[in-house]
Every structure is written in C-alpha cells, then in structure tokens.
C-alpha cells in the first residue's frame, strides 16, 4: 500500500464560533474595538467577525423606549442553530414516511409486490401531494431493514430457481400448435384471448382449480374443479358459457392451453362456439407465460402443500380477487379489472 505525499490539498482546521467567543465579540465592541482588533484576539479572520456581527445584530429598545440596533451573542447563537438545523437535507426516508407506512401495509397485509405500491400511489389522487419514493429505493430500505419488511416477505426474491431447464421430445399434441396463433393474439392487441391450466394441491386424487387468465387485461378467473380430468374442465367450460350467455364468443375468443390430459376435448367443445383452441409445444410453459405467472400468485395463497379440497370457496374467491385488484405496471398501474371492465364495456 502506497500513500502519497506530495500533494497541494490542506486539511481544514476551521471551527464555528463558541458561545464564548460570541461573548467575546460582544464586551470587545463595548469596549470600541475595531473588527480587526477583534478577530486578532480571537484569532479568526476579520470577515469571519464581520459576518458574526451582521447575523447577531438586531433592535432593542433602551429605557425610555428608545430603539437602537446592537451585537447581542445570544441573537448570534440563535441564528447559528437555526442555520445548522437547515444546512443539512432531510432524507427521504423521513419526509416519505406517510407512504412508507402505507407501503408497509400493503406489502405486509395485502401481500402486494414494492413496485406495485410505488405505481398505485403514483397514480391515485390522494398521493398526488405526498412525497413517494421511486422502486429501487423503496427496495433499497427493505435491504437495508429501514422498513418493517424483511426481503423474505417479498415473495419472488425467495422463490427464484437457477437450475437450466432440459428439452424433452417424445409428447403428443393435442390440437391446433401455438405456432398458427394470430399476429393479433402474440402482440396482445385485441381483447378476449386466454391462457389456461390447472392448479393441483397436495394430494394426487384431490380437487383441482381451473384457471383461466386474459393476455391483454391480466384478468383471471379461478374455478374449482372436482377432478383434474377432461370431464371437470368441460363442465366448468359449459358454465361459463351459460353465464356470458351470448357474450361468449366476443370474450373468449381464443384459449391456449399445454398439453395435459385434462384438455384433450377441449377443441371439439370451443370450437363450435367459435373459440379457437391452441396448444403449446410440449414443456414449454413460457409460452403461456402470463397464466404461469398469475399461477405463481395464487400459490401464495394455496401453496403445493394444501389440500385444495380443504380450501374454502371464500379463500379461492378472495385469491381471485386480489389478483385482479392488484395494480400492474405493464397496465399502467391499473388493474385487471379495471382494464376487463372497459373492454366489456365496448363489446356489450
């Protein structure tokens, strides 16, 4: 390790002035001493003396009242607190405090992600007028346990693999390949196409959920299943027909599925009531990225090891609403069903 030595900087050797000193200055000018006689004394500069006059003179009245304008080195103290309480930034840590404690809240109780916060309050009018902080900082707090909320109630940041995913070959199709989708389907621009799977729990003859999730609007749609079979999905497909009555076809436009055994008819019931049916390759997963990932959320809610015959109704109804209530970033922070409710809107 090599320190230097020839260099042109100087340590600063300066320090404020004392109480004392201002004493000083002040039974010095009584005594009609000069700035300069002054700051010898002191042993300051003459400006530095100069200044400390002008912050710590001000107008007194004298018995009689008479006013006149005078050194006091109480004034000059007061003056000196005052500039030191505001020669330093507030950090934002303080000034945000009212979001960070909303932030806290939602993270911690609603289970949403920072950066969902961050957007939410962005855009609401109530946050119009409070100080926010951006997302990097915002994780940047829960790092470094600013917040009450500690990186593993983060969801994603423990969950993440590394692990490479291996080929496979050797899988049937069951019906129309993913690769003859629509240009309009792939860039999500018009409304009414979706991804579907099913969510199993703990136990191999157990209950299973349908989920159906819609690529331009991130709606999802979470049904109970009986089994995780052909006939289950049929069923659960003819009630929803039953409940758009009329509106189906312009909803469902399309559905992309994988390759289990339980969408094996699924052409042969949807295609008939003009919804097409497409199938992806086999595990490729990514290619029905946006159900894999809404899949994700609701494992926070029923993870692999619940029973899914033991989940309430309330419990799947409440998973299904939080993930449409939740504030996206790629919807411009709102939320699915905001943006499903207005794409309804133009169709019926």
Known sequence: MTVQSEHTTTARSFKHLSLSERGAIFALIHENRSIRYIAKRLKRTPSTVCREIRRGTTAQLRTGRIPYQGYFPETGQAVYAKHRVNSRKIGKHNRASNFLRFAETKILKDKWSPDAVVGYCRNHPLWQQEALVCTKTLYNYIDRRRLAVRNIDLYLKVRRRTTPCRGRINKRILGQSIEH????????????????????????????LLTLTERKTRQE??????????????????ELKERTDLSFAKIFRSITADNGSEFADLSALLTPWSCQVYFTH???????????????????FIPKTKTIRNVSNALVRKTQDWCNLLPRKILGYKTPQECFLEELSLIT
């Open 181 to 208: 989708r629509p240009i309009e389907i792939l860039t999500r621009e018009e409304f009414g196409h979706w991804e579907i799977d099913t969510v199993v729990g703990r136990r191999s003859k157990d209950e299973s």
């Open 282 to 300: 086999p595990y490729s997963s990514w290619e029905r990225g946006t159900n894999e990932r809404h899949n994700g959320l609701i494992r926070r």
């Open 221 to 238: 749609l979470v049904i109970r299943l009986a089994n995780k079979d052909s006939g289950s999905v049929q069923n659960a497909m003819k």
